[in-house]
């Protein structure tokens, strides 16, 4: 599988307000994923977005995607200090038995 | 809990041992995955199982030495590693290879080579 690359590497918002991180990537995919890890912890699946949908939501999380412009953003409303973490990526493309590849991630900081 | 369970979370090793992780998982799961993460370095993925059947190993140094016996557990056994190695490992599982549905991720190995 191809790697997707998250911008921007770091985000430091108030608590309260919207996080909006973006991700790229380079050849057609059958779906992308997003995760969340906590520091030192292992990573933690958020939510997955078929190659035919465009929007898909999943509590405070709205996830888009736009094949043509090969990107997909992620956007968590009202944060909390509880969000702090990296946010990775991952296109899934072809079979996908060659595995996920994760990129460098956004660390996002909500401050209280 | 995920439901992919890593053992130990904590290793400290001599460049000299040998030691092993463990990865466990009864979600019904068919494959498996080592990851590596490295201090400010993307996650590498270093070895993937297909019902058991490896069938990627990204050029990873042969002092790493994946064992998966069953599609429920997966090994990692280390030996004569560097210092560059430690890292956090982290094993993970996926039901149908992620066409469908995400991965499940353990919490990982926190490995220190001194």
């Known amino acids: 599988s191809q790697q997707g690359e998250e911008d921007p590497q770091a985000l430091s918002i108030q608590e309260g307000e919207n996080a909006t991180m973006n991700c790229s990537y380079k050849t057609s995919i059958n779906n992308l994923q997003w995760y969340r890890q906590n520091s030192g912890r292992g990573l933690v699946h958020l939510i997955l977005i078929r190659s035919n949908e465009r929007e898909k939501h999943s509590g405070r999380l709205r996830v888009t995607l736009d094949t043509s412009k090969k990107s997909s953003s992620l956007l968590i409303t009202a944060s909390r200090a509880a969000d702090t973490a990296s946010y990775f990526c991952a296109p899934h493309s072809g079979g996908g038995a060659d595995g996920l590849t994760f990129g460098k991630g956004t660390h996002l900081i909500i401050q209280p | 809990e995920t439901g992919v369970t890593q053992t130990p979370r904590h290793l400290v090793m001599g460049m000299t041992n040998k030691k092993s992780l463990k990865c466990e998982q009864h979600l019904g799961h068919n494959a498996m995955y080592w990851y590596k993460q490295s201090a400010k370095k993307p996650l590498e993925l270093m070895f993937v199982?297909?019902?058991?059947?490896?069938?990627e190993n990204n050029s990873v140094p042969s002092r790493f030495s994946p064992e998966c016996p069953n599609s429920s557990h997966l090994f990692l056994h280390l030996h004569t590693l560097q210092p560059e190695d430690s890292a956090l490992y982290l094993c993970a599982s996926s039901q149908d290879w992620g066409r469908n549905y995400g991965y499940t991720f353990g919490s990982g190995t926190r490995l220190t080579v001194v």
């Open positions: 199982y297909n019902f058991k059947e490896q069938t």
